[in-house]
C-alpha cells in the first residue's frame, strides 16, 4: 500500500503561481512513477503530468505545457507540481497518483494506470 497526501492548493488569481507537494508513505516511492491528475465539476478526470521512477522522463498535457513542472524528491518521498502563469481553466480538484509505469506507449495518461490515489487539494483560479 502507498499513502498519498497532496498539499498547496488554494486561491489564486489568473496569472499566479501556486506549488503542489504530494508527501508518499508506505512502499519505497522510487518503485512507482507519479502522475498528477485534475478534474474539474462535471468533468471527467484529466492527466496533467508524470514523473518516472528516478525523475529523468517527464510528460505534460498539451494544456500545461511550458507552464507546469512537475519534479520528485526521492529521498524526501514527495512529488510536486509547480504551477506558473494559472488560468481560470486551471480550476479543479488536483489529484496525484503513483503507478508501476510501463515502457513506451502512452500508459500515462489512463487515471486506470495507477493504483493508489491521493484525496486531492482544491485549486481555484480567479479571473
Known amino acids: 500500500q502507498v499513502q498519498l497526501v497532496e498539499s498547496g492548493g488554494g486561491l489564486v488569481q489568473a496569472g499566479g503561481s501556486l506549488r503542489l507537494s504530494c508527501a508518499a508513505s508506505?512502499?519505497?516511492?522510487?518503485?512507482?512513477?507519479m502522475g498528477w491528475f485534475r478534474q474539474a465539476p462535471g468533468k471527467e478526470r484529466e492527466f496533467v503530468a508524470t514523473?518516472?521512477?528516478?525523475?529523468?522522463?517527464?510528460v505534460y498535457a498539451d494544456s500545461v505545457k511550458g507552464r507546469f513542472t512537475i519534479s520528485r524528491d526521492n529521498a524526501k518521498n514527495t512529488v510536486y507540481l509547480k504551477m506558473n502563469s494559472l488560468k481560470p481553466e486551471d480550476t479543479a480538484v488536483y489529484y496525484c497518483?503513483?503507478?508501476?509505469?510501463?515502457?513506451?506507449?502512452?500508459?500515462?495518461?489512463?487515471?486506470?494506470?495507477?493504483?493508489?490515489w491521493g484525496q486531492g487539494t482544491q485549486v481555484t483560479v480567479s479571473s
Open positions: 514523473i518516472s521512477r528516478s525523475g529523468g522522463s517527464t
Open positions: 497518483a503513483a503507478g508501476i509505469g510501463k515502457t513506451g506507449g502512452t500508459w500515462y495518461i489512463s487515471p486506470n494506470s495507477y493504483a493508489y
Open positions: 508506505g512502499h519505497t516511492f522510487s518503485n512507482y512513477a
